[in-house]
């Protein structure tokens, strides 16, 4: 569909694979409703007229950025530090495929290999997808070792003895100890990366969007591992009650319609909602409702 003459235009780049299905879901909960009219589909529509999206590996965003094929995208800054990219990291969103963690890129070893660390690799093969960020930890460390690029599959390389170590990305370590291997070093930690393209950075409308999107996506992640709680209770427990209230700043009190009572409402962690109500209960809390968030911006 041809474009409007004049019309102004975001180019976003989005991950595709691993963190394409996370990403998607950060941007609903953003407001922004993505789709793919099939699996195999490149260019996914968004509700939003302004923005254009694509998308791209992880692995290739920060070239496409830098270049200026894209004004936008997001990636890891385990591919911005690969590729030597010179675009522009407007902000750190903390989220991966599984959690909402940093990543880590270890350097492993078969469990009966007898290697303890890193020195135990010299004049031995590695293999890993980080080839750049894998071969400049090795020169750090005075470790004369051959890296050879992975194109997957690469923890059954050290199995079937193609390798004696790897370079491999990890979340929650079962992959590795599935393949009974073990970590020696990490490599590096990464995080998701909204960054920009240098020039489209310097234009003010460009620059506005983006920071409106980084905004509202912080927001989501920021409200991810959040609840929000409302109750009731007497003004004469209502110090009881705010005594164990872990709130975003003070919990908002407001009076009620019945003399004596008061309204709380407040945002905390997910995880203690199950210790905390019962809490609450016994400290006079009445009509409590837990609810999820969208967005908590700070």
């Given at each position: 569909m041809a474009k409007t003459a004049g019309k102004k235009i975001l180019k976003?780049?989005?991950?595709?694979?691993s963190l394409q299905?996370?990403?998607?879901?950060?941007?609903?909960?953003?407001?922004?409703?993505?789709?793919?009219?099939?699996?195999?589909?490149?260019f996914p529509s968004i509700d939003d007229a302004e923005i254009e999206p694509v998308l791209l590996r992880a692995q290739e965003m920060s070239r496409y950025v830098a270049?200026?094929?894209?004004d936008c995208g997001i990636t890891g800054n385990d591919w911005i530090l690969e590729n030597r990219s010179d675009a522009v990291r407007v902000t750190d969103l903390i989220y991966a495929k599984q959690s909402l963690n940093k990543v880590r890129w270890v350097?492993?070893?078969?469990?009966?290999?007898?290697?303890?660390?890193?020195?135990?690799?010299?004049?031995?093969?590695?293999?890993?997808?980080?080839?750049?960020?894998?071969?400049?930890?090795?020169q750090k460390n005075k470790v004369k070792v051959e890296v050879e690029f992975s194109w997957g599959a690469t923890e059954a390389k050290v199995s079937t003895g193609l390798v004696d170590g790897i370079v491999e990305l990890t979340e929650t370590g079962r992959s590795?100890?599935?393949?009974?291997?073990?970590?020696?070093?990490t490599i590096c930690e990464s995080t998701t990366q909204f960054i920009a393209n240098r020039s489209s950075y310097k234009q003010t409308w460009k620059k506005n969007k983006m920071e409106e999107i980084c905004l509202l996506l912080r927001g989501a992640i920021a409200a991810e591992e959040k609840v929000g709680l409302k109750m009731n209770v007497k003004k004469a427990d209502l110090e009881k009650v705010i005594s164990v209230l872990p709130a975003l700043k003070r919990p908002t009190i407001s009076g009620l319609s019945q003399e004596g009572w008061l309204a709380i409402e407040t945002v905390i962690d997910e995880k203690?909602?199950?210790t905390l109500i019962p809490e609450l209960r016994k400290r006079g809390a009445q009509g409590i409702i837990e609810y999820p968030l969208n967005k908590v911006i700070y």
């Open positions: 976003l780049g989005l991950p595709k694979g299905e996370s990403t998607f879901k950060m941007f609903k909960k953003a407001g922004f409703n993505i789709s793919l009219s099939s699996e195999r589909s490149y270049d200026g094929a894209l350097l492993a070893v078969p469990e009966t290999s007898g290697i303890k660390s890193v020195k135990g690799l010299e004049g031995k093969r590695v293999a890993t997808e980080l080839i750049n960020v894998t071969k400049e930890y090795f590795l100890k599935a393949n009974k291997l073990i970590e020696i070093a203690v909602v199950r």
